[in-house]
């Protein structure tokens, strides 16, 4: 597609309940990242995936956030038995050797 | 490990006036910086990138930074504000060229022009 886009825009979710937010980056693009942006603290690295190769997990903040990349491209953000502090707008980039990021418009979480 | 430091969380400037934006960062490798800005409801946009060209970078709608090693800063400015400059700017730091590497943002400035 011409963009980045994420899927839902909005999701309103009660508290202990799973969700899955959706990424499909631009087509072509090898790399994929997910964010998250919370009010006054900036954007803090989630996940990475490029190609083939194993993804960077390191900024996932705990066992019950995971995500998968199939065929290469669409993602899919898992966050399980949602908290409180979990509400935030889940950013997705993808992008191309050299060329810097192409973000979504992100999908804004709240849980109730 | 890179950071990111932007000094204040808004700005506010009138119509007209120059706009300069802060952003310090700390790297232990030559870095990689970037200003990213997002409008209301969409996601980030890329204004400029330094890649350890020029240190005077230019980017979209009369933006441009200024790469200085000595002072580890990036500092981004505007000759004169536009309404349509109102949105968050992000300023963020990679230990590798535009590609495919993680970025560290920092938390991102506010800027408000007054009519």
């Known amino acids: 597609g011409a963009g980045v886009s994420q899927s839902p825009s909005n999701k309103v979710t009660e508290k202990g309940k799973d969700v899955e937010l959706r990424c499909d980056p631009i087509?072509?693009?090898?790399?994929l990242y997910w964010y998250r942006q919370s009010l006054g603290q900036g954007l803090e690295f989630l996940i990475y995936?490029?190609?083939?190769?194993?993804?960077?997990k390191s900024g996932l903040p705990s066992d019950r956030f995971s995500a998968e990349r199939t065929g290469g491209s669409v993602s899919t953000l898992t966050i399980q038995r949602t908290q409180q502090e979990d509400s935030a707008v889940y950013l997705c980039?993808?992008?191309?050797?050299?060329?810097?990021?192409?973000f979504g418009s992100g999908t804004r979480l709240t849980v109730v | 490990a890179q950071s990111v430091t932007q000094l204040g969380s808004h700005v506010s400037v009138s119509e007209g006036a120059l706009v300069l934006l802060r952003c310090n960062y700390s790297?232990?490798?030559?870095?990689?910086l970037f200003w990213y800005v997002q409008y209301p409801n969409q996601g980030l946009q890329l204004l400029l990138k330094?890649?350890?060209?020029?240190?005077l970078v230019k980017g979209i709608n009369g933006f441009e930074a200024e790469f200085k090693k000595s002072e580890t800063s990036f500092h981004l400015t505007k000759p004169s504000a536009h309404m349509s400059d109102a949105a968050e700017y992000f300023c963020?730091?990679?230990?590798?060229?535009?590609?495919?590497?993680?970025?560290?943002f920092g938390k991102g400035i506010t800027l408000s022009v007054r009519p």
């Open positions: 963020a730091v990679s230990d590798q060229p535009g590609a495919n590497s993680k970025l560290t």
């Open positions: 980039a993808s992008s191309l050797l050299g060329y810097g990021y192409t």
């Open positions: 330094y890649t350890s060209a020029a240190t």
């Open positions: 995936f490029q190609g083939n190769s194993a993804p960077d």
């Open positions: 087509s072509g693009h090898t790399a």
């Open positions: 790297s232990s490798v030559p870095p990689y």
